[in-house]
């Protein structure tokens, strides 16, 4: 219906390479970029800066970790950590004096400099080795980052992160700092979005479905893996200190814990492996979730009279959190991302149902 | 140093390593007979604790009689996570089902909580807080009772992998698709499992919610019962006893001698770093089968 793919002649090679072949998905990609460069316009500040924002860079993020996990297939358990090494550098350099651009590439570099590290367990061992040996080093980069002083300023401590400056303009509005995640999350996109179609991508994707055959076709799995880490590391650890530049102002070793590893984790479970797309719904869904379930919670007391404890109220939305992680595994393991593909294919072919394409 | 204090951390920590093996003799069984890395067993001991507590305070039972029902109510939640979430997973890439598992984890953790509330409680066993002194060595009686009934779990478990349900099961983890065609039900088998080791979780738990008390840190037992797991190696359970001696001794004396340098809580980088070494340099562990990979 939408999506028309009558009429799409490809006459010249650019027109096949296009990154989006289908007008009906141009269009779309154009009225939802208006739509988020005009936010600032249309939304209420405080939407905008507790939940667009996050979102956004936490979309980033989880496209970082969908790099390694979905198109290389080697886990991840410990991606917070160096989310957390790059937003701890990048504070470190700008209370030093360093300008906040130079200090996200410095986050960056020191991200995947640490990410390397959890390389050299990918390329010892693999699948569940490989997920409990990152799983180690997230606990030992924690206690690392909280008990050594001179990274996180004495155990229990918060530091202060410097207020932000881009090419000398200082950005302290909603809308600037929201424009500077809508940036990066565009260029982290359009990173990925690009990667599906280079050799270095293909080559990923070779790793992942079995590295001995790509072993046997000439591609170097050992490199490959390690390129990986780097560039997801790098991804993490801007995004840890885009964070901590627009929606924290202020760092502590619990912002990057082993929870927040696992929930980064089910943003891409819930979003879809491997899909672009579904890293912008599982982070959607998994930030906003307990909000709009304390919400539906106090409704539904409010409709049927009865009153939960504090406690209970606190640790419902977790429990359904579980509970949902569980129930799309079980249903839809591709997610959020796979239901949006199958609405799109219906659509391509509608009416012609019976037609497969 | 002295030499003394070295050697009664080094007691004390083989007996709470005996206690830890308790928990990892949960995700071996598990292991062992379906390949599933159970990362939820830390949260399976939290809610058996949770649960003992139940049939306690609610049911106005007392202790010895609330340890067997909720022994049967564990037996019967361990048949249901297999029989609901696991059992469609069978066959599926291991990422999914380390994922389920670490869903699992939250599901039971925060649901027990929602029930039950945060808030620490204790249970009182009836242990006495008597030194005990073996020679000049202070031994906590706590320990040492948790790492006794550890052993007996050890034997008992043995003397079950005798009988004919314990043979199925051997069969099963020896090798799946073989089990099958000899006409052993793998489905149950599998439950039987779960079952057991949420048996053996509700054991772990209420030795270890009388030393620590019942709330959400038991949970974390998981760190440690996953590196005992992996260092005695994932499908051995004899292995699982001795690493949990081997890591419990090897936290007792680098706690001595690290925890001044850094200002405690040496622990849990300590076992951050075995399970980071033995998967480097024996990802098999210390008496696991070396799986060899078929291209």
Redesign the interface.
């Known amino acids: 219906m939408l999506f028309r793919r009558a009429g799409i002649f490809h006459t010249s090679y650019e027109a096949d390479r296009a990154l989006f072949p289908i007008p009906a998905d141009r269009w779309m990609i154009i009225g939802l970029l208006v739509l988020a460069v005009a936010a600032p316009l249309y939304m209420n500040p405080l939407y905008l800066s507790s939940y667009m924002l996050p979102w956004l860079v936490w979309t980033a993020a989880a496209l970082g970790l969908n790099l390694i ?1 979905g198109w290389a297939g080697q ?1 991840h358990l410990g991606y917070a950590a160096v989310m957390g090494i790059g937003a701890y550098s990048a504070v470190h350099a700008q209370r030093a004096g360093v300008p906040w651009e130079i200090a996200l590439i410095f986050a960056g570099i020191t991200a995947a400099v640490i990410g390397i590290v959890f390389a050299f ?1 990918a390329l ?2 693999k ?3 490989l ?3 990152t ?3 997230q ?2 980069m924690d ?1 690392t980052i909280s ?1 050594v002083p001179a990274i996180s300023g004495g ?1 229990q401590a918060t530091l202060q992160a410097p207020d932000i400056r881009l090419l000398g303009w200082p950005i302290t509005t909603d809308a600037g700092l929201y424009y500077v995640a809508l940036a990066w999350c565009l260029l982290v996109t359009i990173f990925m979005l690009n990667l599906r179609r280079t050799a270095l991508g293909r080559a990923l994707v070779a790793v992942r479905e079995k590295d ?1 055959a790509a072993a046997v076709i000439g591609v170097n799995s050992f490199y490959y893996k390690l390129v990986a880490f780097a560039t997801s590391s790098f991804i993490a650890g801007v995004s840890g200190a885009v964070l901590i530049g627009t929606f924290y102002h202020a760092v502590t070793p619990e912002q990057f814990s082993v929870d927040v590893s ?1 929930q980064a ?2 943003m891409v ?1 819930v979003g879809g ?1 491997g899909s672009i797309i579904g890293s912008y719904f599982g982070a959607g869904f998994i930030l906003l979730m307990p909000g709009a379930m304390n919400t539906f919670i106090s409704w539904l007391t409010g409709q049927f009279g009865f009153s939960l ?1 504090v ?2 109220l ?3 939305p ?2 359904l ?6 129930g799309f ?2 249903i839809e ?1 591709l997610g959020l991302g796979k239901i949006y593909g199958n609405i799109r294919d219906y659509l391509m072919v509608w009416p012609f149902g019976y037609v497969k394409k | 140093m002295d030499l003394l204090l070295m050697l009664e951390s080094a007691i004390n920590g083989g007996l709470v390593g005996l206690m830890y093996s308790l928990v990892a003799m949960g995700i071996v069984l598990i292991y062992k007979s379906s390949s599933v ?1 159970n990362l939820a067993q830390g949260s399976m001991v939290m809610l058996a604790a949770y649960v003992v507590l139940a049939f306690a305070a609610g049911l106005g039972a007392p202790l010895w009689v609330a340890i067997p029902l909720a022994i049967i109510t564990m037996f019967c939640i361990g048949v249901g996570i297999e029989r609901v ?1 696991l059992r ?2 069978a066959g ?1 890439p ?3 089902i ?3 598992t ?10 027990a ?3 039950w ?3 620490a409680r204790p249970m009182p066993l009836g242990i006495s807080d008597d030194p005990l002194f073996v020679g000049p060595l202070l031994i906590n009686r706590a320990y040492a009772i948790g790492a006794a009934v550890a052993v007996a779990m050890f034997v008992l478990l043995a003397l079950f992998f005798r009988t004919r349900m314990g043979v199925v099961l051997r069969a099963i983890s020896d090798d799946y698709t073989a089990a099958w065609s000899v006409g052993i039900s793998v489905e149950r088998g599998v439950a039987l499992s779960w079952a057991l080791s949420a048996v053996i979780a509700t054991v772990a738990a209420v030795l270890w919610a009388s030393v620590q008390g019942v709330d959400q840190s038991l949970a974390l037992l998981l ?1 440690k019962g ?2 005992v797991a ?1 260092l005695g190696g994932l499908d051995s359970i004899g292995g699982a006893l001795l690493a949990g001696i081997l890591l419990g001794v090897v936290e007792g004396l680098a706690s001595i001698v690290l925890d001044p340098l ?2 405690g ?1 040496s622990r ?2 300590v ?3 075995m ?2 070494l033995t ?2 340099l024996r ?1 098999h562990g210390l008496f696991g089968r070396h799986d060899i990979e078929r ?1």
């Open positions: 996990l886990f367990a010892r061992v699948g569940l080795y997920a409990l040996s799983l180690a080093l606990f030992a206690w008990h155990t001995y696992i984790l089910a479970i492996l404890s406690e209970t606190a640790h419902l977790h429990a959190y579980g509970a949902l992680i569980v595994l079980l393991p | 890395p979430a469609r997973l599926r291991i990422i999914m380390l994922m389920m670490l869903g699992l984890e939250i599901f039971l953790r925060a649901g909580m929602t029930i509330g945060g808030t760190l996953v590196t992996v850094v200002g809580a849990e980088l076992d951050a770093a399970l980071i998967i480097l990802p291209v």
